[in-house]
Every structure is written in structure tokens, then in C-alpha cells.
């Protein structure tokens, strides 16, 4: 009852800017006469524009899946609890958008029918897209209509750049917490993620769960109604993508991560649709590295039978590139990290990560690149270069003041980062684990005094001593595809007045209007934060 007070409330105090789907067009033509069993509960026709049937497309009811039949039919028996009836966009087809640019792609069941019928209409692409780029956006996570001003203005800005400037179609997931628990600004950050001018999907985070009291269990109801599906997928060229809801509340305060039985069953159900050579993308909000999640094994069990598979993850406010072991199934976890950063609190992740979201390249069935894009910086920024012995409020850098220390935020084991002397290579960098970003750290928890939870570990720092101090230093970062990455500058001490990197933010705290011009001036605050390395 209390749950069910909760959502009327949120149903009340949001009616203006919900989620409600577009109101879809009657057709002038009365609908197709199909025959189904007189024992299923919901079923209908999946055509194209022109009318004709389509077959194989999946739809679901977020419980069970079923494909439809060579006359366009599906049907089932709906489950008690079901919300939604949806269908996973095949490859062929034209991923719909409604009035607000979210993807369209479920109905609200009308649960007081005994019977519900439910047809589809798609849109055939001229080819299925072999070649495409999926952007992921980790944690939006606004709790103050201002910083939804900034995720709009700073990351969705930039997504729509970067899917503008791109050769080959882009599609993109938001990989939850779309907002700090203001279910009020849930369906305006739903519109947000819709002026990309791509399709950007979005699945649930810890804080899309609102809380009803200590005792109960928080669950996604106000989020499904705003958001549709928490669980469901889609196809793109040779690629599976499914996004899941990886959040379980043991009450109104704690929770784990996993899925439960019936998700699994749900996901072995959508798989089993899908054909071996693919390359499947699981999407999910809390990382699962080589832990105890709930229904881990199995879920990687399915994965790894496929051609490639990726995990795609957020939740920690830091990058990371986290390969499972072998035991693991050797699956690659991208654990991305925030547009949000620390909670809107600078431009920057707890690990020194810039503000920001990630995209790949995909090719047929594999991923061939990806790259870590910063928000309103240039493509080529990925690293930062910091001294030994640097002390910023209180957190130091413990090595000797001739260490050259290079933040790669998107390292993994196959980048090559190396120290070079006028211009020589000279020695490879060696990667660091065990140390905190402490020009981060020193602004967030020095500076701004916030708790521990700002001290996120850094997974890819780079150290070396170089030969000559009185060299003209430079690192140089190559990635696993070949890309290069050059930096020369070490960056100064971050201070109450002028954090690197940050956002233009006026005395009034007004967000300016974020646009080339700002991107221009963020880059040269940025660099006028920074100076040639070891400089006298």
C-alpha cells in the first residue's frame, strides 16, 4: 500500500512531463484478421509501412519472449504482472522515436482487457547497418534541476557532435542512475537523452529507486512508467544489444547487484533468438567484475557462447577496463565512467577522468575501436600529466619530484605508454594501481571537504623516472588499435577558484549557454591550467 501511495504521488506530481508514449495514429485500415489460440492473452500483427507481414521479430511481455510466425502473428499467455508489450528492433529495421526523441518501442498494457491486442508497425532501413557506433553514457545522475541543465548543455551537446560528425549511423545507451533519486527530473532528462538526434536508450541505476520506508524494498515502478522496459534489446547490423536492470533491493537502504531467476529466464528466452555468430552487448549499471552477483555465472555462462560479447557497466564514478579471467569466461567489462563526474560537482571523475561517456566503433560482429570522449574537449584529450611529490590541498603524489605521472583514463593492458626524451623513446611507463588521482581528490575532499567516497582509485596511472630531467619530456600513449596520444604538459594545482576544466560557471551560478564557444573556452582553461612539464 505504501509503494502504491508512492507511485500515485509521483504519477501526480509529474502528469505534465511523464512518460506516456505517443499516442499512436489509428490506422485508417481496420485491422488484420489473424487467427491465435483461444487461450493466448495478448498477440497481434508486426508488419512493415507497406502492410506486409514480417517474421522472426521478437516481442515480449518482460517475462517470456516469442517470435513471430511467417504471417506476422505473435501471441502468448500474458503474465499476471506484466506492464509492457515490446519488440526487439530487428537489424532491418528503423529504430523509432517518439514526440520527446526517447526510442518507441513498447505499448502500455491496458491490464483491465482479459484480452489485449497489440499490432507494430516498422520501417525497413535501406540495409542493415554493418557499420555503426554505440555511444554509452554512464551516470547523468542530476538532483537539482541546474545540473540537468548541464547534462543537457555539456554531455548531450556533445553526444549530438560527435554523432553529427560520424561517417556511419550512432546509437547510444545510458547506463543508469538518470537521476540522484528526483524522480521530478526523470522525464526531463528522458527528453534530454532525446535532443542527441540519435536513439539513446536507458536502463536503471541504483538511484532510479525510490524510497518508500527503511523496511521495504525499493523497486523500479516509477521508473518503468516513465521509462518503459527495464528489461529488454535490440539489433544492429550483426550486434545484439540487451539492456538489463542489474539492482536488487534487500530493503529501502541496501541493495546488491544480479538478476533475479526470472530475469534469467527472460534473458535465456531473448538469446535463444539469437544466432551463435553474433556479437552480444550486455548493458547494466553496476559492474560485475569477477564478483558474487546474483545469477553472474550463468548470465556469463550465455555470453561467452556467442562470437564476442562485451559488458558494459557504470555506477562507480571512475573508468575502468576490467577483463574477467578466464574462469570468467574472459569477457571484457567496460565500467564507464560519468558525464556527472563526482556528482556535478567539478568536471571530473573521482579517478581524475574528465566528465564524459565512451564510444564504439563496431564492425559486422566485433568491436575494431573505442575511445574515451571527454565532454566539450576535443577527441585527442586523453591524458594528464601531473609531477612527483605534487601536493594539492593535502593529497600528494608519493613518488620524487623528477617522476613524470600520467593519468590514461582509458588504458587497458594492451595501450603502450612511454616517457620520451627530446623526442626519443626512452623507457615504457610502468602502470600503478594502488594510488588515489590526488589532483581529484585534492580538489573534491582538500578543497571541497566531501567524505571518502570522492577517493575513487585510479586503474591506469602511469610512472617513470626519466634519464635526463632536463629533457624535453613527453609521454605517449598508443592504444590497442594503433591510435596515438601525445602529452607535454603537467597540470597545476587545482584551487577553490578555478578548478581545471570546469564547467563556466558564472558568480550567480548560471549556466551559461554551452556552445562552440564554450567548447573553445574550456580548452583554453585547460591548457592555461597546464605547464610544460618540468619547467623552471
Avoid at 146 to 153: C, K, S
Avoid at 173 to 188: F, H, Q, R
Avoid at 322 to 336: K, V
Amino acid at each position: 500500500m505504501r509503494r502504491a501511495a508512492l507511485v500515485l504521488a509521483l504519477l501526480l506530481t509529474t502528469a505534465c512531463g511523464g512518460g506516456e508514449e505517443e499516442p499512436r495514429t489509428p490506422s485508417a485500415e481496420p485491422p488484420r484478421e489473424i487467427e491465435v489460440d483461444a487461450s493466448s492473452t495478448l498477440y497481434g500483427f508486426v508488419g512493415d509501412t507497406a502492410g506486409n507481414p514480417v517474421e522472426g521479430v521478437v516481442v515480449s511481455d518482460g517475462f517470456q519472449c516469442v517470435a513471430t510466425d511467417a504471417g506476422g502473428v505473435y501471441e502468448m499467455k500474458r503474465n499476471a504482472a506484466a506492464e509492457y508489450v515490446y519488440y526487439s528492433v530487428p537489424a532491418e529495421f528503423k529504430i523509432r522515436t517518439g514526440h520527446d526523441g526517447y526510442p518507441d518501442f513498447y505499448v502500455r498494457l491496458d491490464t483491465s482487457q482479459q484480452k489485449i491486442r497489440q499490432d507494430f508497425t516498422l520501417e525497413r532501413l535501406a540495409g542493415v547497418e554493418r557499420s555503426f557506433r554505440l555511444i554509452c553514457i554512464g551516470d547523468p545522475q542530476p538532483a537539482k534541476a541546474e545540473e540537468a541543465t548541464r547534462f543537457e548543455r555539456e554531455a548531450m551537446v556533445d553526444v549530438r557532435r560527435t554523432a553529427t560528425a560520424s561517417a556511419v549511423p550512432c546509437y547510444g545507451v545510458a547506463l543508469g542512475d538518470i537521476t540522484g533519486e528526483k524522480p521530478d527530473l526523470l522525464a526531463g532528462v528522458r527528453r534530454s537523452l532525446g535532443t542527441a538526434g540519435i536513439p539513446v536508450f536507458a536502463l536503471p541505476g541504483n538511484h532510479d529507486k525510490y524510497k518508500v520506508d527503511d523496511a521495504t524494498p525499493r523497486d523500479a515502478s516509477y521508473f518503468r512508467y516513465t521509462m518503459g522496459p527495464v528489461d529488454y534489446s535490440f539489433n544492429r547490423g550483426d550486434v545484439h544489444v540487451v539492456c538489463m536492470d542489474d539492482v536488487i533491493y534487500t530493503s529501502g537502504t541496501e541493495y546488491t547487484n544480479g538478476f533475479t531467476d526470472a530475469q534469467l529466464a527472460w534473458l535465456r528466452a531473448d538469446l535463444s533468438f539469437v544466432p551463435k555468430q553474433k556479437m552480444v552487448i550486455l548493458c547494466y549499471h553496476i559492474p560485475l567484475r569477477s564478483g558474487t552477483a546474483r545469477n553472474m555465472a550463468a548470465v556469463k555462462a550465455l555470453l561467452s557462447e556467442y562470437a564476442e560479447a562485451h559488458l558494459m557497466a557504470a555506477h562507480t564514478h571512475y573508468n575502468e577496463n576490467f577483463i574477467n579471467t578466464d574462469a570468467d569466461g574472459g569477457l571484457y567489462e567496460h565500467i564507464h565512467g560519468a558525464p556527472c563526474g563526482v556528482f556535478w560537482h567539478s568536471a571530473l571523475n573521482g579517478d581524475g577522468t574528465p566528465n564524459g561517456y565512451a564510444v564504439y566503433d563496431v564492425e559486422g560482429a566485433a568491436i575494431t575501436d573505442w575511445r574515451y570522449k571527454s565532454s566539450l574537449h576535443d577527441e585527442s584529450f586523453q591524458i594528464r600529466l601531473h609531477r612527483g611529490g605534487d601536493t594539492h590541498s593535502g593529497f600528494t603524489y608519493p613518488y620524487t619530484p623528477k617522476t613524470v605521472i600520467a593519468n590514461v583514463w582509458n588504458a587497458d593492458p594492451e595501450w603502450r605508454v612511454t616517457l620520451c626524451e627530446n623526442g626519443v623513446e626512452t623507457k615504457a611507463m610502468t602502470l600503478v594501481t594502488t594510488y588515489t588521482d590526488a589532483w581529484s581528490v585534492g580538489y573534491h575532499v582538500g578543497v571541497l571537504g566531501r567524505g571518502d567516497n570522492y577517493k575513487s582509485p585510479c586503474k591506469h596511472m602511469y610512472v617513470a623516472e626519466p634519464n635526463d630531467v632536463r629533457a624535453a619530456l613527453k609521454v605517449v600513449a598508443v592504444d590497442r588499435w594503433g591510435n596515438r596520444y601525445e602529452s607535454s604538459r603537467s597540470s597545476r594545482r587545482p584551487t577553490t577558484s578555478r578548478m581545471p576544466g570546469r564547467p563556466c560557471i558564472d558568480a550567480g551560478r548560471r549556466l551559461r549557454a554551452c556552445g562552440a564557444a564554450t567548447m573553445r573556452g574550456n580548452e583554453r582553461q585547460e591548457n592555461g591550467d597546464r605547464k610544460k612539464l618540468f619547467e623552471c
